[in-house]
């Protein structure tokens, strides 16, 4: 079974300040990982995937298999960072190959 | 292009009753989603289509959750009858088919109250 787990319900950091969100999973294979972003009063989008290695709005997000770990983070948070954050992991085989959602951390960047 | 579109935003039922959703997905996406988000939690799938055939439902609580797609376009899900824990906003999500599952477009939801 796959299990991905967001620590942090809530997470506030100031605007210019550095901002980590946890990501922790559970896959006896080889995952796929991702974030997914959803802005006030937008949809749930993508933000990025492990694969491309690229950093998206200043996002960046390293999948640390060792540690099962998959955190995202910006060096400078910006106020239009405020969002709810999901990550997701799917797995590398089946026809379905569903993606896992975690319960998500809603970021808010103070002025 | 046109988003995913979901009709009712908002339903507010007794237990026991009845109740469905619509989705329309993006034009040309063949896999489409229903998940289930409950409040504090992160979205779970229950059924994903590919065209007009179920692909997984292992999270579909038949009993009582059905859902369709008939001609491979739009769906419908239903349930029958709703319980309160089925209080809940119901996302439609579609995709590009094999590799691309990964990038979903999800629609508004709808958000169900069961009282």
């Known amino acids: 079974a796959q299990r991905v787990t967001q620590p942090e319900k809530l997470l506030s950091v100031f605007k210019g300040a550095p901002v980590e969100l946890k990501c922790n999973y559970s896959?006896?294979?080889?995952?796929?990982l991702f974030w997914y972003v959803q802005y006030s009063r937008q949809r749930l989008q993508l933000l990025l995937r492990h694969i491309s290695r690229e950093s998206i709005k200043g996002f960046t997000a390293d999948l640390n298999k060792g540690e099962t770990s998959f955190h995202l983070k910006k060096p400078f948070a910006q106020e239009e960072d405020s969002a709810m954050y999901y990550c997701a992991l799917r797995s590398s085989s089946g026809s379905a190959r569903q993606l896992t959602f975690g319960s998500g951390t809603q970021l808010t960047v103070l002025p | 292009e046109a988003g995913v579109a979901q009709s009712p935003r908002y339903k507010i039922i007794e237990k026991r009753q009845s109740v469905a959703f619509w989705c329309n997905p993006i034009s040309g996406h063949a896999t489409l989603y229903w998940y289930q988000q409950i409040l504090g939690q992160g979205p779970k799938l229950l059924i994903q289509f590919q065209n007009n055939g179920v692909v997984d439902d292992s999270q579909l609580p038949k009993d009582r959750f059905s859902a369709e797609r008939l001609k491979g376009v739009d769906s419908t899900l239903k349930i029958q009858p709703a319980k309160l824990e089925d209080s809940a906003v119901y996302l439609c999500a579609s995709s590009y088919s094999g590799q691309k599952t990964y990038e979903q477009y999800f629609g508004p939801g709808t958000r169900l109250t069961v009282t």
């Open positions: 896959y006896s294979g080889s995952p796929e």
